[in-house]
């Protein structure tokens, strides 16, 4: 798919995220989530910032750049400053005024995108990437986050819904290729043995990836695999079979987004 199919799923992802909290209390955009510290208010102030500097990263290069030493220094004052810097605007503003400020930036994300050729590069936070990894990245945020905020509110006893769609085939696709930087970002040799990943998509059919002759493997539901390369799942609670100690290990370290190494919940 090029860049402009992933901005189309990118924007579906975003909208199938808002139609879960467009009709929530402020008491519900209250609720804790899983991440520490964190409520549904701020698991979409976090996508609401980082919108805003894709879109900037996209229109202005230079201006992106500018901003990212003021970002690492907060990276060094610790999670409190960092939170404070991207999330505090939305800690002080209403829920109508947080949803609103989420649509202007993905808006204007998805404008910028607009002109983004699959050679493209776009500069981020690290090494800059190429256009098409550049929106499969917020495309992963996006559902991850999302994630996040729909194990929220069912564990409050709401209805709240996301069905798995075949637009996990990036999410999917991205936390096979980072099986290598999965080790690289604990300091680790990357593994050498080959897996092959077997998914069955939501939508029908089978998503594969690596050879075919490997003789390690882990095959299973494509949502479960998504839930655990972006840490939102103990493998051990999803219906992956996994054979060979390489994946295995693989599967308990894997991390598809970039930031230092973290480990995923553990088993219930």
């Given at each position: 798919?090029?860049?402009?199919?992933?901005?189309?799923?990118?924007?579906?992802?975003?909208?199938?995220?808002?139609?879960?909290?467009?009709?929530?209390?402020?008491?519900?955009?209250?609720?804790?989530?899983?991440?520490?510290?964190?409520?549904?208010?701020?698991?979409?102030?976090?996508?609401?910032?980082?919108?805003?500097?894709?879109?900037?990263?996209?229109?202005?290069?230079d201006a992106f750049n500018a901003s990212l030493g003021e970002l690492v220094a907060l990276l060094?004052?610790?999670?409190?400053?960092?939170?404070?810097?991207?999330?505090?605007?939305?800690?002080?503003?209403?829920?109508?005024?947080?949803?609103?400020?989420?649509?202007?930036?993905?808006?204007?994300?998805?404008?910028?995108?607009?002109?983004?050729?699959?050679?493209?590069?776009?500069?981020?936070?690290?090494?800059?990437?190429?256009?098409?990894?550049?929106?499969?990245?917020?495309?992963?945020?996006?559902?991850?986050?999302?994630?996040?905020?729909?194990?929220?509110?069912?564990?409050?006893?709401?209805?709240?819904?996301?069905?798995?769609?075949?637009?996990?085939?990036?999410?999917?696709?991205?936390?096979?290729?980072?099986?290598?930087?999965?080790?690289?970002?604990?300091?680790?040799?990357?593994?050498?043995?080959?897996?092959?990943?077997?998914?069955?998509?939501?939508?029908?059919?089978?998503?594969?990836?690596?050879?075919?002759?490997?003789?390690?493997?882990?095959?299973?539901?494509?949502?479960?695999?998504?839930?655990?390369?972006?840490?939102?799942?103990?493998?051990?609670?999803?219906?992956?079979?996994?054979?060979?100690?390489?994946?295995?290990?693989?599967?308990?370290?894997?991390?598809?987004?970039?930031?230092?190494?973290?480990?995923?919940?553990?088993?219930?």
């Amino acid at each position: 798919m090029d860049a402009q199919g992933i901005r189309a799923d990118l924007i579906a992802e975003q909208d199938a995220l808002d139609a879960v909290v467009a009709d929530l209390t402020a008491e519900q955009w209250a609720t804790p989530t899983p991440s520490p510290r964190w409520t549904v208010a701020d698991q979409i102030a976090h996508l609401t910032f980082f919108d805003g500097t894709a879109a900037l990263a996209i229109r202005d290069p230079d201006a992106f750049n500018a901003s990212l030493g003021e970002l690492v220094a907060l990276l060094e004052g610790g999670e409190e400053a960092m939170d404070d810097h991207t999330l505090g605007w939305a800690r002080a503003a209403s829920p109508e005024d947080l949803l609103s400020r989420w649509r202007e930036n993905r808006a204007e994300l998805a404008d910028a995108a607009t002109g983004l050729d699959d050679d493209d590069r776009v500069p981020w936070y690290g090494p800059s990437m190429g256009a098409k990894s550049f929106l499969t990245a917020r495309l992963m945020e996006c559902w991850a986050h999302g994630q996040d905020v729909v194990d929220a509110l069912r564990s409050a006893g709401l209805d709240a819904e996301r069905p798995a769609t075949d637009r996990l085939a990036h999410i999917a696709r991205l936390g096979f290729i980072t099986r290598g930087w999965t080790y690289i970002n604990r300091g680790e040799e990357p593994p050498t043995t080959p897996v092959r990943v077997a998914l069955d998509a939501p939508g029908g059919g089978t998503w594969t990836f690596g050879p075919d002759d490997a003789t390690e493997s882990v095959t299973g539901p494509a949502l479960d695999f998504c839930l655990v390369v972006t840490q939102r799942r103990n493998v051990d609670d999803t219906d992956l079979t996994i054979t060979g100690d390489a994946a295995q290990d693989w599967m308990h370290k894997a991390q598809a987004f970039a930031g230092p190494p973290t480990d995923g919940p553990p088993a219930r």
